[in-house]
């Protein structure tokens, strides 16, 4: 897994070497290494949503505003924001699925820059790559 987040190797590097080791298995092993780290940045995702969601209510509430005042019935929140949440769960699921592909299919970095900081880079680009560089 290293080996791919390392941005000068990423999948490509993967499925070269696993190519010229195991001529028929390449590719299953290839999509194994993969799907697990679809898997690990969909863990990532998830956590980092319910993070942002308990941020949100945490910070939402106006010091101005009298709490006593402001009666809602919790079904009726549900059915207003319900449509909302989802609308927004599904664009930004596929904006961030974007994220693995789009970095899978980005150009790697120079193979021979030995000293690239790994970590400084994914520290650089975590706007691009905001789940992804938590994994890393």
Sequence with gaps: MAVVLDPRFKLKYVRFYFGRLYDE???NFTMKVKDTLLRLFEYYMNVDENVEVV???????????NVDLMVV???????LTSPLKKHLKEEGGVQRKNEL???LG???EDHNDFKLDILGWWRCNATNYKILSKVA
């Design 25 to 27: 298995e390449a590719e």
């Design 55 to 65: 941020h949100r209510v945490g910070t939402s509430i106006n010091e101005d505003v």
């Design 73 to 79: 019935d919790d079904d009726m929140l549900d059915d």
């Design 101 to 103: 592909e789009r970095y």
């Design 106 to 108: 980005d150009d790697c």
